[in-house]
């Protein structure tokens, strides 16, 4: 046995605990979550079945820590692990889950298979079995500090030229303020207008923020590699800077794994509470307009519709609030089917778009997301998620689908109320 399918077994092992015991017991093989997943249901190839992508994490569970599959493997009826199969699952780990959690809502024992690929992926990472894309993300962004690389320069000049555009001062290190923001990488390289946007907002809401030279990356590689150390690293970066800083809220962006990483997974990676809260920038702006500092001045007339990205709908739990932001600007506000928590997703989400490797699977994969589109036929498609944004645009295009994609912060700023005094109702 080599020494890296050693360490990988042995990351297997640390994983297994009760609720993955109470997991492997429960699954009655119904198979009702092969159509749940979006790669499954879009090529109908079996091995994208989601209970069988945690096959080998079954046998080592089985072999190790069952009596019958220790008799079973001694008679060779449960086979041990190989490298073979570790680079065989390499594919159904990374490359067709896109940890998008559809398949846990259909599990009729409430398996959270979710869950269980995330600690699959930390037995595959650690024997080498990962994508060399999020290996080497994961490497310039605890190097670096993002995974797009050394990205503080661009970041500074994003933020001058947005000082530029509004007139607004934005501060960075700055002490005493209610809240630190967080951006993810995309943002800073392709969407960066909604440094303005929220820069506009926060003004007319009277909310005072400052940006950490420090920690200003939102991502989190290592949850999406499946490397516990490298997660904690970087949760550990964002809430060291906050607690510095003395903020009361970190704003998580418009970035769908940034908002699961910190807000829930943290916590439990760095082992204590946040002496801060987190709250993702949407439920900011409806908390905003809830308090009646948040106002519009005029509807968008086009017809839009909204794609909810998994990890902030499904995962996170923000399902009302970006409705009702839409229905503040929305004239013609229509949803695709199954929007909500039962959304598909972009096909691009959990390190998946990062691959380049399975380009075809994820064009076939979106062929759901063309015909939910293509049944509403919007103007514009409203997100939340700067990684969905890239996704959408970038396989709309290759679909030949003319239809905008617009971040909901901006579509807010847009009809910002110039007017708004920024006091509390
Ligand atoms: S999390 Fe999503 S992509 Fe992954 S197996 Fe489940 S349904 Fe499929
Ligand atoms: S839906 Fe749940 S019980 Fe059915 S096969 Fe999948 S994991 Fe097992």
New binding site residues.
Partial sequence: MTATLQRGLNALREQIDAPVAA?FT?????????EACIFYRETEDPKYT??KKLELMRRVWSREFTLFGRLAGAVGLVKPVTDDDLSEWEELIYDSCTMCGR?TM????G?D?TMMIRKMREGMSASGHAPKELIGAAERHTDLGSPMGELHPALVAQVKHQEKATGIKISFDEKGVDYMVILSAQEIAEFPDVIGSMSRIFKKANLTWTISNEAFEATNVGVQLGNRDIARVLVQRVVDAAEKLGVKYVISPECGHAYQALRWEGPNLIGRPYKFGVVHIIELLDQLREEGRLKVDGKDADKLTFHDPCQINRRGGINAEPRRLMNMVAENFVETEDAGTMNWCCSGGGGAGAIERNEDLRLDAFKLKKRQFEKVGPDKIITMCAFCHHTLEDKLEANDMDIEVVGLTDLIAEYLDEDTDGSKA
């Fill in positions: 997991f429960s699954c009655v093989s119904c198979g009702l979550c092969a989601p209970i398949c259909v599990c009729p024992v398996n298979l």
